[in-house]
């Protein structure tokens, strides 16, 4: 066909209206994209999108949510960046459809906040199962990582030789490397007989629940925190069963041997350093070096220099108390009633300690601390002499009802005995008359 002039006008018209068309279409987007972006409500192009929400609408936002601000967060984040890319959302499968950074937001939330999986959930709009899942396998994923590094990297810095360059020494027993406690944490009563319930309840807190013992340096970070063990394990055999960690700690390098010591018990132990505990350990230090208070025996009473050393000990042992007052502070998962899997308590446990040397390490333990810690130890005193007052009050009531219930039961067996001794007594009189006629 031939190309006329026509032709060429008509193609040149057609092409001019397609050029036309495409421009306006490249306006409509363009303005739409502008206003988007002038939108602060609606973050664009953004990797953490949950984050970055909680973050425009302030930092208390994100200082409510985690305990964390948004510094502080981004700052957990480059400790842990590299290892979230490399582990989520990657291989074969369904794939999450939130980011690293925006699952860590959401686990930092459920840890501070959780007692029941629905109430966070609903705080992202998210299905309460889907948010469990997501967030416990990200939490596995992320919790020996954090625990490398915020506690073994810790324990493996700060040697003794470290804390004593430093000044970091605990100021009445620089002989001591760290202090040693046991936390106890309220949780459901286990299914299954009496005799499997029994081994968690704590005779001192009148609950069921876990014990775990950690281990805190003169710095206020902790270098190592056990798994868990039923609440009426006493603190002595936890810390037998971590004989482990504390021999290793304890000892003392070639370097070591050479910076002075005049503690206590370096006669018995001249190979270890000390440790702090407090009255629970008891006759430790016939096998440790432990610097435990003097306890009064029955009928006698403490000397004035006996009682100034146990000052002196709880003056340097504060420190593991102010510590679980921040753990219990920051971290629900840790402090209130845990509801969760018993398998998971480990994981979830170790994770708040490792978050909560990050914490510390940005914001410096306090006095305060350890009076949260008391207040904490004090609602589940409360908590558990209510639980004995309502177990007693039901047991009376129980007692009362059957008692009750036995006295209906005499007087109506009463009546018919003597109901039916009439019956005999008349019966036999009618057969007397009737013999007698």
């Known amino acids: 066909m031939e190309l006329t002039e026509e032709a060429v006008e008509h193609g040149i018209a057609c092409l001019a209206q397609l050029d036309e068309a495409r421009q306006a279409k490249r306006a409509r987007c363009t303005r739409a994209a502008r206003d988007a972006a002038s939108d602060d409500n609606d973050p664009v192009d953004s990797l953490s999108p949950v984050f970055d929400r909680f973050t425009l609408s302030g930092g208390e936002a994100v200082m409510q949510s985690t305990n964390f601000s948004e510094e502080e967060i981004n700052m957990l984040w480059r400790v842990v960046e590299e290892h979230v890319v490399l582990r989520w959302n990657v291989g074969r499968g369904k794939k999450c459809k939130y980011g690293g950074k925006d699952v860590m937001f959401m686990m930092l939330t459920a840890l501070k906040h959780c007692g029941k999986w629905d109430v966070v959930a609903s705080?992202?709009?998210?299905?309460?199962?889907?948010?469990?899942?997501?967030i416990m396998k990200f939490t596995e994923m992320?919790?020996?990582?954090?625990?490398?590094?915020?506690?073994?990297?810790?324990?493996t810095k700060w040697s003794m030789r470290e804390l004593v360059v430093a000044g970091k020494t605990f100021s009445n027993f620089a002989c001591a490397r760290y202090a040693t406690d046991v936390?106890?944490?309220?949780?459901?009563?286990?299914?299954?007989l009496c005799e499997g319930r029994s081994i968690y309840f704590s005779g001192k807190?009148?609950?069921?629940?876990?014990?775990?013992?950690?281990?805190?340096?003169?710095?206020?970070?902790?270098?190592?925190?056990?798994?868990?063990?039923?609440?009426?394990?006493?603190d002595?055999?936890?810390?037998?069963?971590?004989?482990?960690?504390?021999?290793?700690?304890?000892?003392?390098s070639e370097a070591d041997k050479?910076?002075?010591?005049?503690?206590?018990?370096?006669t018995e132990y001249p190979d270890e350093w000390a440790l702090l505990a407090d009255k629970g350990y008891q006759g430790l230090s016939s096998h440790f070096r432990a610097i435990t208070p003097n306890k009064k025996q029955p009928g006698e009473t403490l000397s004035i220099e006996q009682l100034e050393e146990n000052d002196r000990i709880a003056h340097d042992r504060v420190l593991v108390e102010n510590y679980f007052g921040r753990l219990t502070s920051l971290w629900a998962v840790a402090s209130d009633k845990y509801r969760w899997s018993e398998s998971s308590y480990d994981t979830l446990f170790r994770t708040c300690v490792a978050l909560t040397n990050f914490h510390v390490h940005l914001n410096p333990l306090r006095s305060a601390d350890g009076d949260s810690y008391s207040s904490y130890l004090g609602c589940l005193l409360s908590i558990g002499e209510d639980v004995i007052a309502k177990r007693k009050t039901s047991q009376k009531r129980y007692r009362n009802r059957?008692?009750?219930r036995l006295r209906s039961m005499f007087r109506v067996r009463n009546e018919s005995s003597e109901t039916l001794h009439r019956s005999s007594n008349s019966s036999a009189e009618s057969d007397e008359t009737v013999y007698g006629l």
Do not use: W
């Open 123 to 134: 705080v992202f709009k998210i299905n309460p199962p889907t948010f469990q899942k997501m």
């Open 183 to 192: 936390t106890f944490q309220q949780a459901n009563i286990p299914y299954g």
């Open 402 to 404: 059957r008692e009750q």
């Open 205 to 234: 807190h009148k609950l069921h629940g876990y014990k775990v013992e950690v281990s805190v340096l003169p710095t206020g970070k902790a270098i190592n925190c056990t798994s868990h063990h039923p609440g009426h394990v006493s």
């Open 258 to 266: 050479r910076l002075q010591d005049e503690g206590p018990l370096v």
């Open 142 to 155: 992320i919790s020996p990582f954090v625990y490398a590094r915020f506690v073994e990297d810790t324990n």
């Open 236 to 252: 002595i055999e936890i810390f037998r069963r971590n004989q482990a960690f504390h021999s290793q700690n304890m000892k003392k």
